[in-house]
């Protein structure tokens, strides 16, 4: 049933609107007055709904689950905290960017016409996906007095990176509507146009998911819950997947771009396969992944998801068998081998294959409930086990790419061998931890093969990574245009890459985790928590906020070397509505960050028991994402 809101009818006339384009399209004529009226339309809704929140309307249901007493920026925020919201922001986006390539490109009557289409049924089904699971729906039970509260938000979400994180995620998404529908259009009609509006669409949605990703590991970073910047949640690891096949559909259409007939079929197809998976995330969100912290939970609109998704495949696979095939095959030698075309396909292959891994997890979450009734979810270590490999070998194939062309073939090898050499020395001299522990309950459960694959050092990726990291600086000093957009945004991807998996990789096989525990005859006692480090409680306060909210704050001294270093406040908080809440201290130094919060829910202010742990070299990781999205930013420039 669709409630006669004012913004229901806003969204009524959009949807009128983008009907009307679509017929519109067969003759060419007032198309751009028909979008821009639907832009508007939508525009009015998202505005109305700001509104709303921002000035506490809690006779809307979405209102009332997601607003309450909070700052303006967070009443804001909370716009887009619910899926219904994320419908709203999500038709906004892509009715916008269906306006900006067409104003960009309506004196190209085929290949734009055509694309316009594809888009436009898009549009028209997240349209009808926000009718039906409407934000504007008002409050079951509101009286005339109307409602004078409502939920607010979870404590968690009440983070600076709420601002940022969900509208990044959905112009990516957005964005990939366009490099789906240039995709299917060349799959339809052969039009070489495609490839140049791919690749802009396809880098601008690169940019944002690299961003929506990026902040979504910061904050998980400062979320007790998380346990770190990464941990395999489904939509985290969707989002992987979408990001690895993007970025290895940016790779075919790169080289699609220099000769049409490279990757006729292959560029095409990983590009939409961006947005099916994109798809693919909705739905389970939507359908629920136990475990996820991410789920929509009691939405209606899955089974269009899913049959949108399937439908989607359906046309691919048409179209797909229905064109001539355009790559056609070659002798192979081992000279053609040693070629960058070869190179190319292995680097694709092998994003393929790591976008497998958590493509996996997330399929057997939700077919084991479906068929056995209880999810069964893949273990953290089977995620890191599975990957480490994959991107050992991208590693090293990135470096060899690199260095292709730049350096002779004899030269090549030299390199090669010298950097396995070193790779060598470094693991048989320096005692590391392993791949997986020795005694965990998975590596004691796996097969011989596991438990070999599990046994590998994990500073063997310092070996590759330092060929790729020579790769990448051949590759910026030798380059005929060394400071040209193209070579410095390369570089600085390929590099961002290098530490951010060195960063990943170091920080959480080297961390450590200790517990202390104070008693209040021990304030400002500083104890160790490891030869470098120690801190020290130096006031407890707890206090009963209000009728069903009461929090523990416990301030704290950082020791370094038995040196004052820094403080800082943890706190606890309980409530009847949101449950327990842990505001976690982290303190940063350039080499080390210390991560600290109670170990339990429970308040006793005479036994504090304190979680430690020491993160080394984790700002590796956090440069590594600052040097790829520069790249990133550097290597975009629109062609819409």
Known sequence: ???MDTGNIFLLIGLFAVFASLFLCRYNKYILYMLICAFISVSMAVLLLFYYFTSSNFNINYVYMYSGDLPFLYRAAALWAGKEGIHLLLAWAAMLCILIFYINNKDNSGFAKRTLYVAIFI???????LLMDSPFRPTPGASDAGVLSGHGLSPKFINPWLLIHPPLVVMA????????AAAVTYLYSGEKEWAGTARSWGRISWLMLSLSMATGGVWAYEIVEWNGFWRWDSVQSGALVIWLILTAALHAIVRHQRSSKEYGTTAPLLSVSVFILSIYVMFFTRKGVRGSEHNFLGSSTWYILLAAMFLAMIIILFLTLRKKPSEPGSKITLKSLQSLRISFHATILLLCLLAFVPFWGITHSITSEEIYGDSIPIPQDAYNLWSFPIIFMLTALTGYCLLQGIIKPKGLLFVIFTVAMIGAVVSLLFRTPTLLSPVSEFYQQSTLLVRSIGSIPVISYVSVSLFMAVGTIFRFVRSKNMFSHSNMGIVLIHAG???????????????????LNYNPAELNIPKSIDTVWGAAVTNVTTAVKSHNESEQIVDLNIYKNEKLHGSGTISLTKSDRSGYFHKLLIHRTALTDILIHFTSDAMDPSSIKLSIKVNPLINIL?????????????LTKPKF
């Open 173 to 180: 998404y957005a964005a990939g509507i366009i490099l789906f």
């Open 622 to 634: 956090w440069g590594g994402i600052i040097l790829l999205i520069s790249g990133i930013i550097i």
């Open 1 to 3: 049933m669709i409630f």
């Open 497 to 515: 890459f290098i530490f951010i998996v060195l960063g990943a990789t170091v920080s959480t096989s080297f961390s450590s985790v200790v517990s």
């Open 123 to 129: 549009e028209i089904l997240l349209l009808i996906i």
